[in-house]
């Protein structure tokens, strides 16, 4: 994939990480902001759909078969101001790269997801998240963003200035433009203090409220198979990066958020109300004890802080994110409609980046602001060159 925009001519195959989307598009590589300009450009000539790539890292049908843009090369920091603790940034720098990039200018994310192979960009637009009650999704550290709209124009929005417009394309699913950069709300560079154990998961039931409370990030995996949990705390420290045992560690953030994912799987992710998250667990629980008692992946259950984003999965209420798994070669779908059933019955909200089979007529029951997000859309792109089939049904009906 390094197609100049001139070159970018043969349709070539593209899938992403886990094999679930496969096109055979016309992959275009830009290098700087006035390629993707004659990207878009030449795609509304020719009237083709663009969609774009960070790290293919959705599970989605996000893409298609006319013209990917691949942001691989928009990357880096453009900018730092380490007054206001701000920095802008490539749209396609890659999570695991930012990280060490902003520790050398003394600075950190904030919060992060425990996946660090997507871009800045597709973790934004799709609401990507960490965990931890009093910490919002990674998208709320958005103060700006600068994007290459339908019709070629070059549009900075801020948070200050644009208001509703902004909180609707702060988690946009790439249908406002193409964005190319974005600025960010840093915290001074810190470390984690980790510790990770196995308990059965009546030791979960009976300690995980407490360990929400009194953490910085909770979260645990339970495994059908095994009937047992793997329980994870991180905490700010001020001590210095050290190895305190097998399975604790104090080390820099950028290091300690992520975990390793070499196998590769499909993913489905609701988020519930704060309030249900624990009875939605628990029918989960149960209906995977009963009908999928040797599946090996887990259910992951975290926490998030509410925000007023258009359309983020906490928008508007504190919430509890439910994360369902299947391995990338068995088929997920009698998995995923059974736990998805639950899901919706304790009003559930999926992840943008993560399957689902939710359309438009389902969002406007669970988004006070859905119509207001589809206004914004429209208005930008009013053909609809940033849309596919699946995101027409999704957001537009």
Same mark, same amino acid.
């Given at each position: 994939?390094?197609?100049?925009?001139?070159?970018?001519?043969?349709p070539?195959?593209w899938h992403?990480w886990?094999?679930?989307?496969?096109?055979?598009a016309?992959?275009?590589?830009?290098?700087?902001?006035?390629?993707?300009?004659?990207?878009?450009?030449?795609?509304?000539d020719?009237?083709?759909?663009?969609?774009?790539?960070?790290?293919a890292?959705?599970?989605?049908?996000?893409?298609?078969?006319?013209?990917?843009?691949?942001?691989?090369?928009?990357?880096?920091?453009?900018a730092?101001?380490?007054?206001?603790?701000?920095a802008?940034?490539g749209?396609?720098?890659?999570?695991?790269?930012?990280?060490p990039?902003?520790w050398?200018?003394?600075?950190?994310?904030?919060?992060?997801?425990d996946i660090?192979?997507q871009?800045?960009?597709g973790a934004?637009s799709?609401?990507?998240?960490?965990?931890?009650?009093t910490?919002?999704?990674?998208p709320?550290f958005?103060?700006?963003?600068?994007?290459v709209?339908?019709?070629?124009?070059?549009r900075?929005?801020t948070?200050?200035?644009?208001?509703?417009?902004?909180?609707?394309?702060?988690?946009g699913q790439?249908?406002?433009?193409?964005?190319?950069?974005?600025?960010?709300?840093l915290?001074?560079?810190?470390?984690?203090h980790?510790?990770?154990?196995?308990?059965?998961f009546?030791?979960?039931?009976a300690e995980?409220?407490?360990?929400?409370?009194?953490?910085?990030h909770?979260?645990?995996?339970?495994?059908?198979?095994?009937?047992?949990?793997e329980?994870?705390?991180l905490?700010?420290?001020?001590a210095?990066?050290?190895?305190?045992?097998?399975?604790e560690?104090?080390?820099?953030?950028?290091q300690?958020?992520p975990?390793?994912?070499?196998?590769?799987?499909?993913?489905?992710?609701?988020?519930?109300?704060?309030?249900?998250?624990?009875?939605?667990?628990?029918?989960l629980?149960?209906?995977?004890?009963?009908?999928?008692?040797?599946?090996?992946?887990?259910?992951?259950?975290?926490t998030?802080?509410?925000?007023?984003?258009?359309l983020?999965?906490a928008?508007?209420?504190e919430?509890?994110t439910?994360?369902? %798994?299947?391995?990338?070669? *068995? &088929?997920?779908?009698? #998995?995923?409609d059974?736990?998805e /059933?639950?899901? !919706?019955?304790? $009003?559930?909200?999926p992840?943008?980046?993560?399957? %689902?089979?939710?359309?438009? *007529? &389902?969002?406007?029951? #669970?988004?006070?602001?859905?119509? /207001?997000f589809? !206004?914004?859309r $429209?208005?930008?792109?009013?053909?609809g060159?940033?849309?596919?089939?699946?995101l *027409?049904?999704?957001l537009?009906?």
């Open positions: 994939m390094t197609q100049s925009p001139s070159s970018a001519v043969q070539a195959d992403n886990s094999g679930s989307q496969r096109h055979r016309r992959v275009v590589a830009p290098t700087d902001v006035e390629q993707v300009v004659t990207a878009v450009h030449a795609a509304r020719a009237a083709r759909t663009v969609r774009c790539v960070g790290s890292h959705s599970f989605v049908p996000f893409w298609t078969d006319d013209v990917i843009v691949v942001l691989d090369a928009l990357d880096g920091i453009r730092v101001d380490r007054v206001r603790r701000t802008t940034i749209a396609g720098t890659k999570l695991h790269a930012l990280g990039l902003l050398a200018e003394g600075l950190s994310l904030p919060q992060q997801g660090d192979r871009s800045l960009a934004l799709t609401g990507t998240h960490g965990t931890g009650r910490l919002p999704s990674l709320n958005l103060i700006g963003m600068t994007l709209t339908a019709d070629g124009s070059v900075e929005l948070r200050e200035r644009d208001g509703e417009l902004f909180r609707a394309a702060q988690v790439g249908v406002f433009g193409i964005m190319v950069d974005a600025t960010v709300a915290d001074p560079a810190f470390n984690l980790e510790r990770t154990w196995s308990c059965p009546a030791e979960c039931a995980h409220a407490a360990l929400i409370e009194h953490n910085r909770f979260e645990f995996f339970w495994t059908p198979s095994t009937d047992a949990c329980m994870k705390v905490n700010k420290t001020d210095a990066p050290a190895r305190l045992g097998e399975r560690y104090i080390a820099p953030a950028w300690a958020f975990s390793e994912r070499d196998v590769r799987f499909n993913e489905m992710e609701y988020s519930v109300p704060f309030a249900s998250g624990w009875d939605c667990f628990l029918e629980r149960a209906m995977l004890l009963r009908d999928f008692p040797k599946l090996p992946w887990p259910i992951e259950y975290r998030l802080a509410a925000d007023d984003i258009l983020s999965t928008q508007g209420r919430t509890v439910l994360s369902v %798994h299947q391995g990338a070669e *068995r &088929d997920y779908r009698p #998995l995923f059974a736990a /059933a639950i899901c !919706r019955n304790h $009003a559930g909200r992840h943008w980046g993560k399957l %689902h089979r939710l359309e438009s *007529r &389902d969002l406007a029951a #669970l988004y006070p602001h859905f119509a /207001a589809q !206004r914004h $429209a208005a930008l792109d009013p053909d060159m940033f849309l596919n089939d699946y *027409r049904r999704l537009v009906g």
